[in-house]
């Protein structure tokens, strides 16, 4: 579980544990299980990009991150993968996927977006009936 990360960008600050747990407590009352699979879903890509990257200098492997990431204002709350600062890990191909796509579009989108719609079909009742007050 990595901490919470706040805005966007460079303007994006970690919390500190104490602000981690009560952003985590109040999410949790709001929407039951949110993060929590946000995050399982991420990690479980991230596992399988990181086991699947070819490796050359190591440096676009090494680079592959995952955190959760909340927008300002509080609008967006997202799992996101990332280059780490490493450019070129959008343009890797590897000879797996013979020289057709990039390992990011094809390890790191495309599951993405796939997770996020089943995500969404799965927790918006849960979330719909919280915020209609209505028992689980």
Do not use: C
């Not at 399982?40 to 680079?63: C, D, L, N």
């Not at 989108?109 to 849960?126: S, Y």
């Amino acid at each position: 579980m990595g901490k919470l990360r706040y805005g966007s960008g460079i303007a994006t600050v970690e919390m500190d544990d104490t602000m981690d747990q009560l952003v985590r407590r109040a999410i949790e009352v709001s929407q039951p299980g949110l993060v929590r699979r946000l995050e399982e879903t991420a990690q479980r890509i991230h596992a399988e990009t990181v086991a699947k990257w070819p490796v050359r200098t190591g440096r676009s492997k090494a680079g592959l991150d995952w955190y959760m990431a909340i927008k300002e204002g509080g609008t967006e709350i997202r799992a996101v993968i990332s280059t780490g600062g490493v450019p070129y890990t959008f343009y890797v191909r590897p000879l797996s996927l013979y020289g057709g796509n990039t390992g990011w579009s094809e390890w790191v989108q495309r599951p993405m977006r796939e997770a996020g719609a089943k995500l969404a079909i799965e927790l918006g009742p849960i979330i719909a009936r919280q915020l209609t007050g209505e028992e689980r």
